[in-house]
């Protein structure tokens, strides 16, 4: 017995022997069966009559009869290497992209002014010279004499009513908050760079459209060419169908001209200019989406960085309002000073220790504007905070609303599609036989050609709404990323079987209607079968 592998691989030569095989192996298995019988030894040379390559052990008699083997192609090989290097160019994405970068210099920034602020804590130094000449001795002894004198000087901070503490706090909650607007500026450029690639998967599927439905008009109109040769038709719809095509073809050329721009704008993200073929389709992970309209708002508000920096400005400006009404008591300070005058003109003190008082009451509205400015900048960071809650719950309600409605129409314009494409086929077959007319295939064809792109259109919007709806609940890009996360946009690398698989119309509706299939090449492989255990073996069982 044989069984037959088809595996994704080119190639005549092996092909013709798998052919011959084929039509060998009903021939020896007659003369096998005729033969009278025996009981089979051991080991005997049975692989030689089917085994195509040579001999070899003999797999499970429970071997499938007919199966796909897997196997790597300069596709799928094309396709991981493209889909490795959207990756990388994606992580990159995260780190390098100048929005993100500014981002992340506005979160140092703010980090710098962190440590200035605990810096306060820790004594200051100040070093200074001061010269000049002064009058010595009395009135008839009086002489002027210049002096060079050092000053140093150390103070540390005892009491200051807590004006520090609040400016260490204020300078925590800024950072936090130019870190969350670091997190949002990622989500942000991942966002619009992972739009940007859908963009470009869309143009380009629908100037293949646009191409394969010239090329159908084509075919079409050299058919009813030949037939006006013949004086069977007139040639107005012949003049019909080179309007189409030419019109096709506008549309081709405007679709590109558009992908091109497509193209221009994923290299502006991804930095890298991408192949004619071989980018990764994107599909969100179906855990990533939401269970529900509550669970969507629920999970964006939870998630949401505007929110979470919008806590953090209010924190801030609560902090600044306690350093207003802290600057209102006194401050202590330890000093020690030193001063040293080498003349001894004007100091001739030592070292000096002392303990400094100080209560600046201003003109007394200075101080109090400051504490009302900042209560006003509290109220005002309140009132944002609930304007940007509102945004969120608009914004996650709106995603939820469009992505429901496009998987509706996804849907139907799919089906739509499908029926255009078996009312083309019945109208050309009509043609075909005579009982129809040309310009009632081009009808067929137009409508067809129409509501492919609008299906393009609804697959590739979906999409996006998707990637919307996600980045609102915070699925997009966690703010502790797991490993791995993004390559879950991409699924697992293709395979030649999955290539194979793709390229039958019946298995993916969505494929447009003219898709060669691969080839597939077949090859004998060899399979004991128990039954001829029960048959001596033959010189044509050998041969």
């Excluded at 204020?170 to 991942?190: F, I």
């Excluded at 996650?396 to 494409?421: I, P």
Aim: proline share 5%.
């Amino acid at each position: 017995m044989t069984c037959l592998h088809a595996f994704a691989r080119s190639g005549t030569g092996s092909s013709a022997k798998a052919w011959v095989m084929l039509l060998i192996a009903p021939l020896a298995w007659t003369l096998a069966s005729a033969a009278p019988e025996q009981d089979p030894p051991e080991s005997y040379p049975l692989l030689a009559l089917v085994d195509a390559r040579g001999t070899g052990p003999a797999p499970s008699a429970s071997a499938p009869p007919l199966q796909l083997s897997q196997q790597l192609t300069q596709d799928s090989l094309a396709g991981n290497s493209s889909r490795q290097q959207l990756l990388e160019a994606l992580n990159a994405l995260l780190i390098a992209h100048p929005d993100v970068l500014k981002a992340r210099s506005a979160a140092e920034s703010a980090g710098h002014d962190l440590s200035t602020a605990k810096g306060a804590r820790w004594p200051t130094f100040k070093v200074g010279t001061s010269s000049g000449s002064a009058t010595l001795g009395q009135s008839r002894n009086q002489r002027r004499e210049s002096y060079n004198a050092l000053n140093a000087e150390v103070r540390l901070n005892l009491l200051d009513g807590g004006a520090i503490s609040s400016g260490i706090r204020s300078a925590e909650q800024m950072e936090a908050a130019q870190g969350s607007m670091l997190y949002s500026t990622q989500q942000n450029v991942l966002l619009e760079a992972l739009t940007a690639l859908l963009e470009l998967h869309r143009f380009d599927r629908k100037s293949r459209i646009a191409a394969d439905s010239a090329e159908i008009i084509g075919q079409l109109a050299r058919v009813e060419e030949r037939r006006a040769e013949l004086g069977a038709v007139g040639r107005n719809d012949l003049r019909r169908a080179a309007s189409r095509q030419a019109s096709a073809l506008a549309q081709q050329h405007g679709l590109q001209s558009e992908r091109m721009d497509a193209q221009a704008r994923f290299t502006r993200y991804f930095n890298y200019a991408p192949a004619d073929k071989g980018l990764p389709e994107l599909q969100v992970p179906a855990q990533w989406m939401p269970v529900s309209e509550q669970a969507t708002l629920q999970n964006a508000e939870n998630h949401s960085a505007e929110l979470r920096e919008m806590g953090h400005l209010i924190a801030r400006a609560s902090a600044e309002v306690e350093r207003s009404k802290a600057q209102r008591f006194p401050t202590l300070a330890a000093t020690i000073a030193k001063t040293h005058d080498p003349k001894g003109v004007l100091y001739n003190a030592g070292t000096r220790y002392g303990v400094d008082l100080n209560w600046n009451f201003g003109n007394g509205f200075e101080l109090r504007d400051r504490i009302l400015k900042a209560i006003n900048e509290l109220q005002a960071q309140e009132a944002q905070q609930e304007s940007v809650r509102r945004q969120v719950h608009e914004t996650a309600s709106a995603a939820w609303g469009r992505w429901q409605s496009g998987r509706q129409r996804e849907t139907q314009l799919t089906s739509a599609v499908r029926e255009a494409r078996f009312a083309f086929e019945g109208y050309r077959r009509l043609l075909e036989v005579g009982r129809g007319s040309l310009a009632q295939v081009l009808d067929a064809q137009l409508d067809m050609q129409r509501l492919m792109l609008d299906e393009a259109d609804a697959l590739y919007d979906q999409r996006i709404n998707e990637l919307r709806l996600v980045r609102t609940t915070g699925q997009l890009l966690p703010q502790d990323l797991p490993e791995h996360w993004l390559e879950q946009l991409f699924g697992p690398p293709p395979t030649a079987l999955a290539r194979a698989q793709a390229a039958i119309p019946d298995t993916v509706p969505n494929e447009r209607p003219m898709v060669i299939a691969q080839r597939l090449q077949l090859r004998l492989e060899t399979r004991l079968d128990p039954k001829l255990w029960s048959h001596p073996v033959t010189s044509a069982m050998r041969w």
